[in-house]
């Protein structure tokens, strides 16, 4: 089996990418998004304005306003019935990744890229310093930054039964949100599709519930991008 790093380094020699970013998953693997250049400058450009019309619609059905993580914590509680439950070291290690991230991208080293033409030494290269960056961040001390992390956990019910959990990282301070879910289907005539729409729901209640500012809108920040998404995908379905 190739490791991570040679499968980059396939991938990025192999497609030439224009450029590479890795972005660290909070509940699973490393996502890596290659993006080629872009052939024709008039067909990027009308993507790029087909984008901004999707998101300028929903932002035209957005009433500002956003709640604190207290109001969250609070709604997760009484509204959902969610429960705290203790964040192993792994959970803590990657909603702290996220976090350094999302909301300290300042104090992190910047990210590698591979410059000039792309060849299987400078794709080594390139993964080599990733690999150095990835490590930093991870090793970066939580007791120097003032976090107040949380996990809650939920029943996932489908059709009236319970087959698994939905998970809420929230982070007080910063204001982190996160939701996720694993189930077991067993032996049950259970659809894919119903689990996802079940977990789909949950996750689209609480971002709705917790809302943007106004400042978010105007400043794109990375609770806009996330709000977008999540009613951009909604809509998708």
């Given at each position: 089996?190739?490791?991570?790093?040679?499968?980059?380094?396939?991938?990025?020699?192999?497609?030439?990418?224009?450029?590479?970013?890795?972005?660290?998953?909070?509940?699973?693997?490393?996502?890596?998004?290659?993006?080629?250049?872009?052939?024709?400058?008039?067909?990027?450009?009308?993507?790029?304005?087909?984008?901004?019309?999707?998101?300028?619609?929903?932002?035209?059905?957005?009433?500002?306003?956003?709640?604190?993580?207290?109001?969250?914590?609070?709604?997760?509680?009484?509204?959902?019935?969610?429960?705290?439950?203790?964040?192993?070291?792994?959970?803590?290690?990657?909603?702290?990744?996220?976090?350094?991230?999302?909301?300290?991208?300042?104090?992190?080293?910047?990210?590698?890229?591979?410059?000039?033409?792309?060849?299987?030494?400078?794709?080594?290269?390139?993964?080599?310093?990733?690999?150095?960056?990835?490590?930093?961040?991870?090793?970066?001390?939580?007791?120097?930054?003032?976090?107040?992390?949380?996990?809650?956990?939920?029943?996932?019910?489908?059709?009236?039964?319970?087959?698994?959990?939905?998970?809420?990282?929230?982070?007080?301070?910063?204001?982190?949100?996160?939701?996720?879910?694993?189930?077991?289907?067993?032996?049950?005539?259970?659809?894919?599709?119903?689990?996802?729409?079940?977990?789909?729901?949950?996750?689209?209640?609480?971002?709705?519930?917790?809302?943007?500012?106004?400042?978010?809108?105007?400043?794109?920040?990375?609770?806009f991008w996330s709000y977008i998404s999540m009613e951009q995908y909604v809509k998708e379905q």
């Open positions: 089996m190739l490791r991570i790093s040679d499968r980059l380094r396939r991938r990025a020699v192999k497609k030439g990418a224009g450029s590479i970013s890795i972005i660290g998953g909070a509940d699973g693997p490393t996502s890596v998004f290659v993006a080629g250049t872009v052939k024709s400058k008039k067909k990027a450009d009308k993507k790029n304005q087909e984008q901004e019309r999707r998101v300028q619609e929903i932002i035209e059905q957005i009433v500002p306003g956003k709640r604190n993580m207290e109001e969250v914590c609070e709604y997760l509680i009484t509204e959902l019935g969610a429960q705290e439950s203790e964040l192993t070291r792994g959970r803590r290690e990657c909603m702290k990744f996220n976090i350094l991230c999302r909301y300290f991208p300042e104090i992190l080293p910047p990210m590698p890229e591979i410059k000039g033409r792309h060849t299987q030494a400078r794709a080594k290269q390139w993964a080599e310093e990733c690999r150095i960056r990835h490590e930093k961040i991870q090793d970066y001390p939580e007791e120097s930054l003032d976090l107040d992390m949380h996990l809650f956990e939920l029943p996932l019910v489908v059709k009236g039964e319970r087959i698994g959990c939905f998970y809420v990282e929230l982070e007080r301070n910063t204001g982190y949100l996160s939701c996720s879910w694993n189930y077991d289907i067993g032996d049950r005539k259970t659809e894919q599709r119903d689990i996802k729409e079940a977990g789909d729901r949950l996750m689209t209640g609480i971002m709705r519930f917790r809302g943007l500012a106004q400042e978010d809108i105007d400043n794109r920040t990375q609770d």
